[in-house]
């Protein structure tokens, strides 16, 4: 089994800088919960910046969440050093199915096969190029739901996908692992998500993307579990969730972690 506290211990150690070409929405909160749990958070997003600063970074996450045409090129330019280089990158298709402007740069984007995909399961069905019930940003569709277009991504790019929701799910498309926790106010607030697909990423610096993405998941349902022991409401939550992340130790997460074989 995986042990989760190890590859926690691992990332902070190493203290990747992470590039984030990530949505308006979460820049901040993305960033403070990087930092919280031990990453280096970096975002970079201009055209004519973006592919340079992916040569010093040592991760990227990309998140088309407030999209633009022209923040399409710069994703595509940051992943291309990426791969070229063999450092990890991660999607997050946020409502990929919803527009044909996000349905065209999912595609462009899968096509430079991302190390990590991480998505709930309405994105990662309709990236997969099914019919998904999701409704913007939010999924109407079940992790179970999702398990086939996971693999099938997975087995397309060669990389992981985790469909993350009530009970996770990730996948390499042969190996599979489910990881449970978390708390029922986290979906309440916005760009928990979008940050933690940065954190998945900063996990995969230096090791192999499977169970990164697994103990990744496994310390931010963890983290989340000791948050809503103190939080009153969503406000609070989200304060007590950077706090718990800050606090948390690879023995926690050891000794708490919820995974199971798939």
């Given at each position: 089994?995986?042990?989760?506290?190890?590859?926690?211990?691992?990332?902070?150690?190493?203290?990747?800088?992470?590039?984030?070409?990530?949505?308006?929405v979460?820049?901040?909160?993305?960033?403070?919960?990087?930092?919280?749990?031990?990453?280096?958070?970096?975002m970079?997003?201009?055209?004519?910046?973006?592919?340079?600063?992916?040569?010093?970074?040592?991760?990227?996450?990309?998140?088309?969440g407030?999209?633009?045409?022209?923040?399409?090129?710069?994703?595509?330019?940051?992943?291309?050093?990426?791969?070229?280089?063999?450092?990890?990158?991660?999607?997050?298709?946020?409502?990929?199915?919803?527009?044909a402007?996000?349905?065209?740069?999912?595609?462009?984007l899968?096509?430079?096969?991302?190390?990590?995909?991480?998505?709930?399961?309405?994105?990662?069905?309709?990236l997969?190029?099914?019919?998904?019930?999701?409704?913007?940003?939010?999924?109407?569709?079940?992790?179970?739901?999702?398990?086939?277009?996971?693999?099938?991504?997975?087995?397309?790019?060669?990389?992981?996908?985790?469909?993350?929701?009530?009970?996770?799910?990730?996948?390499?498309?042969?190996?599979?692992?489910?990881?449970?926790?978390?708390?029922?106010?986290?979906?309440?607030?916005?760009?928990?998500?979008?940050?933690?697909?940065?954190?998945?990423?900063?996990?995969?610096?230096?090791?192999?993307?499977?169970?990164?993405?697994?103990?990744?998941?496994?310390?931010?349902?963890?983290?989340?579990?000791?948050?809503?022991?103190?939080?009153?409401?969503?406000?609070?939550?989200?304060?007590?969730?950077?706090?718990?992340?800050?606090?948390?130790?690879?023995?926690?997460?050891t000794?708490?972690?919820?995974?199971?074989?798939?």
């Amino acid at each position: 089994m995986i042990d989760a506290g190890h590859y926690l211990a691992q990332m902070r150690a190493r203290a990747p800088l992470v590039q984030n070409i990530t949505n308006y929405v979460a820049m901040n909160v993305m960033a403070n919960i990087m930092l919280a749990i031990g990453a280096s958070p970096a975002m970079a997003h201009a055209q004519g910046e973006a592919g340079e600063f992916a040569g010093l970074a040592d991760a990227l996450s990309v998140n088309i969440g407030t999209l633009d045409p022209d923040w399409v090129i710069s994703m595509e330019e940051a992943a291309r050093v990426m791969a070229q280089a063999g450092k990890p990158w991660v999607l997050d298709p946020v409502a990929v199915g919803a527009t044909a402007l996000r349905r065209d740069a999912g595609a462009r984007l899968l096509a430079l096969k991302p190390t990590i995909i991480r998505g709930n399961a309405s994105e990662i069905i309709a990236l997969a190029g099914a019919n998904a019930a999701g409704k913007g940003a939010d999924t109407a569709d079940t992790v179970s739901n999702a398990t086939g277009a996971a693999q099938t991504l997975a087995r397309q790019t060669g990389g992981v996908v985790a469909v993350t929701g009530a009970v996770d799910y990730v996948t390499d498309g042969d190996a599979a692992y489910r990881i449970a926790g978390g708390h029922a106010l986290m979906p309440r607030i916005t760009a928990l998500g979008c940050s933690l697909t940065g954190g998945v990423v900063a996990f995969a610096v230096d090791q192999p993307a499977l169970p990164a993405t697994v103990a990744a998941l496994a310390s931010y349902a963890v983290a989340g579990e000791m948050a809503g022991d103190a939080a009153k409401g969503p406000a609070s939550f989200q304060v007590a969730f950077i706090d718990a992340l800050y606090a948390l130790t690879p023995a926690d997460v050891t000794k708490r972690a919820r995974i199971t074989v798939a």
